[in-house]
């Protein structure tokens, strides 16, 4: 397995939840949205982010 790049990752990790625990950790984090039918927040505009909504449809919403 490779190893993990979590502080890169950090580095371009736009996440504003601070309490998140799999910030930096990037196969976490798009598990558990993809398994919560929502995109992590790296797939969203600056003001996609700030709205904490994952949807896809808020997706499409900033994407269009």
């Known amino acids: ?3 993990c790049k979590e502080e890169k990752n ?3 990790c736009n996440c504003t939840y601070e309490p ?3 910030k ?3 196969c976490e984090c798009l598990r558990y949205h993809l398994r919560m039918n929502e995109l992590p ?3 969203f505009t600056k003001a996609g982010e700030a709205t904490y909504d994952r ?3 808020c ?3 900033h994407h269009i």
């Open 1 to 3: 397995m490779k190893e």
């Open 10 to 12: 950090l580095k371009g």
């Open 20 to 22: 998140c625990p799999r």
């Open 24 to 26: 930096g950790v990037c």
């Open 41 to 43: 927040a790296c797939c």
């Open 55 to 57: 949807s896809f449809v």
């Open 59 to 61: 997706f499409a919403k």
